[in-house]
Nanobody
Framework: QVQLVESGGGLVQPGGSLRLSCAAS????????MSWYRRTPGKERELVAT???????NYADFVKGRFTISRDNAKNTMYLQMNSLKPEDTATYYC???????????WGQGTQVTVSS
């Protein structure tokens, strides 16, 4: 049974920090590319950051310099350290695992992040 379980969301003030976690089970975590996506009501889902199976990273322009993606293969866990949070970062954040040839694509249930005074 494949599972991706996000945690670490919550309510923070602008300028604050949160660390999101994605705990994976039921598949070979180390060979999958892992990503964080986010969705705000009224907006399309957008890619936040990716860390590949070879540890290459990519970030959306709107989080560069503020967010850091990482993974710990020994713990089957991916993280997103979010600093200098802005109200526009408010969204549901989703964990994604993807592999190619053959293709697999798994999603978590999401964790809510709210940035507000």
């Amino acid at each position: 049974q494949v599972q991706l379980v996000e945690s670490g969301g919550g309510l923070v003030q602008p300028g604050g920090s949160l660390r999101l976690s994605c705990a994976a089970s039921g598949f070979t975590f180390s060979i999958y590319d892992m990503s964080w996506y986010r969705r705000t009501p009224g907006k399309e889902r957008e890619l936040v950051a990716t860390i590949t199976s070879t540890l290459s990273t990519n970030y959306a322009d709107f989080v560069k310099g503020r967010f850091t993606i990482s993974r710990d293969n020994a713990k089957n866990t991916m993280y997103l350290q979010m600093n200098s949070l802005k109200p526009e970062d408010t969204a549901t954040y989703y964990c994604n695992a993807k592999k190619f040839w053959p293709a697999y694509d798994y999603w978590g249930q999401g964790t809510q992040v709210t940035v507000s005074s």
